[in-house]
């Protein structure tokens, strides 16, 4: 009898535990450029906006300023650990503390690690969005208090996903920064502007957090298109670019984590995943990696990527693009899930 008493003991207090770890992750908290900008840029000065058909086409709601047909990858990451279906935009006036309080996204279409990169479109630099950050906690310790605030702070999970704009907006198509830089040196300008935004957000109370690497941005539909008449291949020297900046981001990701006491630190590696669904599209049910879905797939993204476009797809699932810089939400969904069952499953459990 005493016997059968302590088991159950011993099972509640287990799954008391199991609980507990499930809820580990309270929040998902988004720091980067269009790859995960839920709706930032719809409340800015910019050019660079999406919150207009046909984007979010397959959204539940219509257009909400993500530069895709559906979803964006931190979407689904925050779905797959069992918070929501979707993270809000901080600037979004349509959601306050309380919807922030489980996940809010900072990110900004068009920006970078470099100020320089985020001028070119006026949106919101690196810098930036970590005021905003600042200030998000001042609303959650007015709205939860200090002890259940800080907890959460401390235990939500951060990703940061950007870096694209800085080479493809910025340096191998404006003068200055390649005047000032090879493509070396900027990418170690890059990697320290990374280090010391996490030695921040570690500062902070930050502990879990994810650095996205680098797609094959080479083979973007519209870099492609420079190339249209020498058979629109992916250009390799930008695919090369993304390879070494990924090597270096591995390389400050392991010695931030032996560094800051308590961090968890995890690189987020889209690139071979994304190499494989552009070289190998029918394995993954696309039937196009060349082109995107919006208008002829060349060229189309922001404002020319119009609803009275008539080349437009009427299927996007069939393409690994949905504009000519960014994946469909099929695409989006394929990147989460894996990188749910990689780099980030240390968080889950
Ligand atoms: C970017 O601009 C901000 C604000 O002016 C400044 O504090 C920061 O040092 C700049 N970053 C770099 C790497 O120059």
């Given at each position: 009898m005493a016997f059968k008493v302590i088991h159950w003991v011993i099972l509640a207090r287990l799954l008391l535990q199991i609980a507990n770890i499930y809820a580990r992750v309270p929040a998902i908290i988004v720091f980067g450029d269009?790859?995960?900008?839920?709706?930032?840029?719809?409340?800015?000065?910019?050019?660079?906006?999406?919150?207009?058909?046909?984007?979010?086409?397959?959204f539940i709601g219509g257009p909400?300023?993500?530069?895709?047909n559906g979803r964006v990858p931190t979407d689904f990451i925050c779905e797959a650990f069992g918070i929501k279906p979707t993270i809000p935009a901080?600037?979004?006036?349509?959601?306050d503390i309380k919807d922030f309080a489980t996940g809010v996204c900072f990110a900004s279409a068009?920006?970078?690690?470099?100020?320089a990169t985020s001028d070119v479109l006026s949106v919101i630099p690196l810098w930036k969005e970590l005021e905003y950050y600042r200030e998000y906690q001042k609303d959650l310790r007015g709205y939860l208090g200090d002890e259940k605030a800080n907890e959460i702070l401390g235990e939500a999970l951060y990703l940061i996903s950007i870096g694209t704009n800085d080479f493809?907006?910025?340096?191998?198509?404006?003068?200055k920064r390649a005047s000032e830089f090879s493509i070396e040196e900027y990418q170690n300008f890059l990697a320290g502007i990374a280090g010391n935004f996490i030695k921040e957000l570690y500062n902070l109370g930050a502990r879990k957090m994810s650095v996205g690497g680098l797609p094959p941005?080479?083979?973007l539909p519209l870099e492609r298109t420079t190339k249209l008449f020498s058979?629109?291949?992916?250009i390799e020297e930008y695919n090369d670019a993304a390879k070494d900046f990924n090597e270096k981001l591995e390389g400050l990701i392991a010695s931030l984590n032996k560094e800051l006491t308590g961090l968890r630190l995890t690189f987020s590696n889209p690139y071979d995943m994304l190499f494989q669904m552009i070289q190998n599209p029918k394995s993954f049910?696309?039937?196009?990696?060349?082109?995107?879905?919006?208008?002829?797939?060349?060229f189309e993204l922001?404002?020319?990527?119009?609803?009275?476009?008539?080349?437009?797809?009427?299927?996007?699932?069939?393409?690994?693009?949905?504009?000519?810089?960014h994946p469909t939400e099929k695409t989006n969904a394929i990147l989460a899930d894996h990188l749910v069952k990689t780099s980030l499953a240390q968080f889950l459990w």
């Open positions: 269009s790859t995960v900008d839920s709706g930032n840029n719809n409340q800015i000065s910019t050019i660079l906006k999406s919150n207009f058909d046909p984007y979010g086409r397959d909400t300023g993500r530069f895709s901080y600037l979004d006036p349509a959601y068009g920006t970078g690690y470099d100020n493809l907006e910025n340096y191998y198509v404006l003068p941005m080479g083979c058979g629109s291949k992916c049910g696309f039937e196009d990696a060349a082109t995107a879905c919006c208008g002829t797939g060349l922001g404002y020319l990527c119009d609803k009275m476009n008539p080349f437009t797809c009427s299927d996007a699932n069939k393409y690994v693009f949905w504009d000519s810089f």
